[in-house]
C-alpha cells in the first residue's frame, strides 16, 4: 500500500479524551474513530489489525474442532423470555421495537439464540460433540463505557457453544476451548494466565477468565508467577485426546491464579513470597460451562444411546477481537508507539523513502515495495513528501515491526538502512540483503 | 471437513414457507435459518458460501484503489439530521433509544457517517481522490421481508464512498467501482447488466443498477439482448487510466438497458426486435453519483491547488452479499439442487464414501481427504453411515461442484468414480487421476 493512496489520518496532539495508551496509541494512529458514546468505527490500520487478530481465532477455533457460522446482531425478546433472561440483563441490553411494536433486542450475547438452533436441528447424541462459533457484533449498553475500544458499547465477540451428551464430555468441550485459548493469546504475543473467575450473567459453576498482565488493567489479579515459564500446547496437539488435554488443564491450573472477585487470601498466603504475583490484568477471554442452564428451560434434548432422552451440557467460550487489539497495545508499547508482535501488524513491513523524487531512492523503493509485494509480505510504502522526522514518527508510531529506510546517500551505493522497531538496532545492507532478511 | 463432525442440517420436505427456489434450497441445504423475520443465521455451509462471496468483493475494491475500514452498525441520529434525511428515511429505519434516552439507529446506508469521517479527516485535495468501503450489517425495517435473504430486514451491505474534488474525477471514481462491479459479478458466474436507475433515497443523477436476469426477478427489465457478449474488463485493467476506463464504460453503456422505473418505450421499439430483450431481473449491485448532495448540507470540503475551499463531490456504491448468494442460486440450480460456481463454492469437493466401515473404501477416501486437503482443496468428506442414495442426493442438493464417489467394488481396484455437478457426467479412473484432476 502506498501511503499517499491510503487513508490513515495521524493525530499530532495526544487527545485528551484517552485515559490509557491503549486508546492514546489508537486515536492517533488512526486506528479507530469515535461515532457516538462507547461506538467506534475501525479506520484502515485498525481493521487490517482486527482482521488478523480474527483470523489467529478462527484458526485456532477451527483446529479445536469449533465450527463458524453467523448469527444476526438482533434477536426476538422471546427468546429470552423462555430462558427468563430478558428481565435479567438489566439496562445493559439494549431494547428495540419495530414497526409492527415487536419487542427485538441487541444481542448483548447468543446463548438463547444458538440453543434454538441447537434444539431445531439436532435430535440424537449421534451429532456430538458440537461447538458452534461465530465472529460478531454484541451491544451492551454500559453506563459508562470508556478506554476506547477495551470497553465499547457495541463490540466484536468471538463466541463458541459446546453441546455435549455428558458433564464428562462437556468438560472435555471445555477443555478444548482451554487449549484453543491458550494458543489463540500466545500467537499475539500475549503471556494470558487461566484464572478461576465468577460467572456473572451467563451463570454456571467451572469458569475461567484468560487474564493478560498490564499497569493499566482493570481488574486486581493474584497468582503465582511461574506461569510465565510453563509451555504453550503445540499445533500438533490432538483435541480428541481426552486425557491429554486434561493433562494440560490440571498443568495450567495446578497453581494460584485468581480475579479479585474470586481471591482467596488464604491459598495465595500460603504461596512463598517470592512466588507471589500480584497485579492488575485484563480479561482477554472468559470460558463457562453451565450444564443444563439454558437446555432445560428451553428444552434442547438429545435422543442418548440408551433410547431416552437427555438435556445437552453446554458451554460458552467469549474472546473480544475488539478489546485485545488494545490489550496487545497495553502489552507492548514504547513512548514512540504501538510495537506489533508480528502475527498482528497491520503491515510486515514499512518501506519509507527519505527522498521521494530522488531517482535512486525512488528506483530502490519501488524494488523493495513490488518485491516484498509479490513475495507475499504486507509492505507499506512511505512515498509522501513529508520530511524525513514525519515519516519516522509515524513508522514508530504505527508500530510496524520493520522498517527499511532509504535515504539518498546509500541509496546512491545500493544500500538501505533496516530497523527493528522494538529494539531499535539499525544496520545498513544491499538491497538484496534487505530483502533476503525480510523473506528468511 | 468430515461430515460426520460438521453441522450441515439438511431438511428433506420442502418448506412451505419458500417462494423462490433459491429460498427453498438455502432452507433446505441448511445455509440459513430464520431467527426472527427477515432476520437470518448464516449456518455454516452458508457462512462458507458467504466468506467466499465477501472474498471475491474485496478483492475487486481493493484492486480498483478502494481502502476497507469498518464502521459500526449503530449510528447516532445527530448525523442524519444534519444531513436532513432522518426525516426522509420513514418507517424503514430502525430508530432506538439507548438507557440515556439518546436517539441511535440502526444504520440502513453510510452516507452520513463517511461524510462524517471524511470531513473530520481529511482537508487538502491532495488526499483525493478516496474511495472507502466496508462490509457491514445493515437494517431496513421493510414492510414485508421475503425471499429469505434476498429481501431481509438485517442484511450484509459492501458499501464504497468515493470522494473526489471535481465532478470530472468523481465520473473516474464511478468507471473504477462500474469496472470493479463488472469483474466481481462475473468472478462469481454472473452475467450482470449494467443499467440506469432511479436514484431513490440515495440521491443523484447518475446511477446504475447491475441486474442478473432470472425468472423469479423481482423487476422487469428490458435490454439489447448483445450484453450477453460483451468481454469483462481483465484483471490487468489499469484503474489509473481515465480513458481506459471510460472506454470500458462507453462500450458497457452503449446499449439501451433500463430497469422498469427508467423504462423509454420508444427507445426500446428501436432495437431491432430480433435483439429486444425483456426479462425478469435481480439487482445485485447499484452504484450512485450524486455530487455535493452531502459534502454540501454536512460541509466536507478541502482545499484546492487555487487554495480556496471545494466541496467535495461523491459517490457511493452498493452490493449485497446476503443478497448475492440466493441471486446466484436462482441462477445456477437444477430439480436436484444447487449448482455452485467453483469460485463461491462451499467445498471444492465432496468424497463420498459409499460404505463406510469397509476397508479399501475407508483407505481410498482417508487418502483423497487428506491428499486434497494438503494441496489446499476445501474438501466435504462425507463419511457418515447414511445410505448412499442420501449422500447422493445431500451432495446433489449442496452444489458442490465435483464428487468423488468411493464404492466398495471399484475401490477393491484402487478406483473411484468423479462426477461433475453441473454436467452430471461421471468418469471412473484411479485414485491419483482423480487427484490430477483436482489438482489441475
Redesign the interface.
Known amino acids: 500500500m502506498r501511503l499517499s493512496?491510503?487513508?490513515m489520518?495521524i493525530l499530532k496532539e495526544n487527545p485528551k479524551e484517552a485515559e490509557i495508551v491503549s486508546h492514546r496509541l489508537m486515536l492517533r494512529a488512526?486506528m479507530i474513530?469515535q461515532?457516538?458514546?462507547g461506538?467506534?468505527?475501525?479506520?484502515?490500520l485498525?481493521?487490517r489489525v482486527?482482521d488478523k487478530v480474527n483470523r489467529i481465532i478462527r484458526e485456532e477455533q477451527d483446529r479445536s474442532?469449533a465450527?463458524?457460522?453467523?448469527?444476526?446482531?438482533?434477536?426476538?425478546a422471546d427468546l429470552w423470555q423462555e430462558s427468563g433472561r430478558y428481565d435479567d440483563y438489566g439496562?445493559?441490553m439494549?431494547r428495540?421495537k419495530?414497526?409492527q411494536d415487536?419487542p427485538?433486542l441487541?444481542g448483548p450475547t447468543n446463548e438463547e439464540?444458538i440453543t434454538?438452533?441447537f434444539r431445531?436441528?439436532?435430535k440424537s447424541y449421534k451429532?456430538l460433540p458440537?461447538n458452534?462459533y461465530h465472529i460478531q457484533?454484541k451491544?451492551r449498553?454500559e453506563?459508562r463505557p470508556r478506554f476506547g475500544t477495551m470497553r465499547s458499547?457495541?463490540f466484536l465477540m468471538k463466541d463458541a457453544y459446546s453441546f455435549d451428551l455428558t458433564r464428562e464430555d462437556a468438560i472435555h468441550s471445555y477443555n478444548k476451548m482451554f487449549v484453543a485459548y491458550l494458543r489463540t493469546f500466545a500467537r499475539m504475543g500475549l503471556r494470558a494466565i487461566p484464572m478461576r473467575a465468577d460467572t456473572g450473567p451467563i451463570g454456571g459453576n467451572h469458569s475461567h477468565e484468560f487474564i493478560i498482565l498490564a499497569e493499566t488493567g482493570e481488574s486486581e489479579v493474584f497468582s503465582h508467577k511461574d506461569f510465565v515459564n510453563f509451555a504453550i500446547p503445540s499445533a500438533e496437539t490432538n483435541f480428541d485426546d481426552v486425557a491429554g488435554l486434561q493433562a494440560i488443564f490440571d498443568k495450567w491450573t495446578s497453581l494460584y491464579a485468581a480475579t479479585s472477585e474470586m481471591h482467596d487470601e488464604a491459598a495465595f498466603d500460603a504461596i512463598p513470597e517470592g512466588d507471589r504475583l500480584s497485579a492488575r490484568g485484563i480479561e482477554v477471554g472468559h470460558i463457562f460451562y453451565f450444564g443444563t442452564k439454558y437446555s432445560e428451560p428451553m428444552g434442547a434434548r438429545v435422543q442418548g444411546p440408551d433410547g431416552k432422552e437427555h438435556l445437552v451440557h453446554m458451554g460458552s467460550y467469549g474472546i473480544g477481537p475488539t478489546r485485545l487489539v488494545p490489550a496487545i497495545i497495553e502489552a507492548s508499547h514504547d513512548e514512540n508507539g504501538i510495537i506489533w508482535p508480528a502475527s498482528v501488524a497491520p503491515f510486515d513491513v514499512v518501506v519509507i523513502n527519505m527522498k521521494a523524487g530522488d531517482e535512486a531512492c525512488d528506483g530502490l523503493c519501488d524494488r523493495l515495495y513490488d518485491g516484498l509485494g509479490k513475495a507475499g509480505k504486507d509492505v507499506l510504502y512511505d512515498d509522501t513528501d513529508d520530511r524525513a522526522g514525519t515519516k519516522f514518527a509515524t513508522a514508530d508510531l504505527i508500530g510496524v515491526p520493520v522498517q527499511i529506510i532509504v535515504g539518498p546517500r546509500s541509496a546512491a551505493n545500493g544500500e538501505v538502512e533496516v530497523k527493528d522497531r522494538k529494539t531499535g538496532a539499525r544496520e545498513v545492507m544491499t538491497l538484496e540483503a534487505a530483502m533476503n532478511k525480510l523473506l528468511a
Open positions: 493512496r491510503y487513508f489520518p488512526g474513530r461515532q457516538a458514546q461506538i467506534y468505527s475501525w479506520l484502515p485498525g481493521k482486527l474442532g465450527i463458524e457460522l453467523l448469527m444476526p446482531t438482533l434477536q426476538s439496562k445493559e439494549l428495540i419495530d414497526r415487536r427485538l441487541y439464540m434454538d438452533i431445531s436441528y439436532v451429532s458440537l458452534l457484533l451491544f449498553d453506563i458499547r457495541e
